[in-house]
């Protein structure tokens, strides 16, 4: 991993930095209006670091519509999505909205602030789930972030809030060093679906036959696969907290 450059706000406005801010492409009156944007959130610092780059810049994340970096407000260090220029979203408004929703039932990081162009929310500090499976096979361990990934899926159907992405959710689980699992990017996240979040991500996990359905195979043993997909009909068609259970037992026992 690249070393972290810290840059003070007041110097973004120069190359590479200004094209993150703006990316994929820079004009000097887009970077003038984000910069102000960026101080009215108390943006004092961007922190470059992370596995992912932007023109050779190290960030944590970079998607369709965003580039992750760390900030820092008022001695906090927290995580700042930049909507990118060329994002097929007006605003990352909604994204927020749907975010705040996630955070009423403990899920997601913590909704900071939001305007056009960035939205702040908790930094988490870790690593998305291939790569931490990658590392970590110990059978209590795995266990237990997969548990709670379905345990915070099941709170999101309750919710009426469907994600939308996790069924191909590789960039979208990051593990903590606490071993804890959080769902991150609510941009394509809806309340006017019938929500899916345990059988997406649990077609994710279990029965798509990706890299992280045979890493958690090889950790727990084939599972039976119908007998999952048979537990899923149930519970889509009564979600009830015991098919739930239920499906946690085929899917982990
Ligand atoms: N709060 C956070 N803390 C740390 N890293 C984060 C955080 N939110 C997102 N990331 C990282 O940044 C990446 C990109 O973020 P996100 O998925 O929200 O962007 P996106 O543009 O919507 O991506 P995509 O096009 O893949 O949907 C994530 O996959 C994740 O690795
Ligand atoms: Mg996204």
Known sequence: MKTPIMVPTENLKEEPYASVLCYPKASEAEVQKRLVELRDHGVKAVEFAGKASAFNVPVLGKGFVGIVVAVYL???????????VDADRLGLQNEAQMLAQANAVHVGPRLIGVSRNFLLMQLIDGTVLPDWLDANREKAYVRGVVKDVLEQCWRLDNAGLDHGELSKATKHIIVDKQLKPWIVDFESA??????AN?????????????????????????????????QLRLYKKDRTRENFNRIVQVCLS
Do not use: M, W, Y
């Open 190 to 195: 809806s309340v006017n679906r019938k929500p």
């Open 198 to 230: 345990v059988s997406s991500v649990c077609q994710f996990l279990f029965t798509s036959g990706g890299a992280v359905s045979r890493a958690i195979a090889e950790v727990f043993g084939e599972r039976k696969r119908e007998e999952i997909i048979c």
């Open 74 to 84: 008022d001695g906090q260090r927290v995580a700042l999505k930049i909507r990118r």
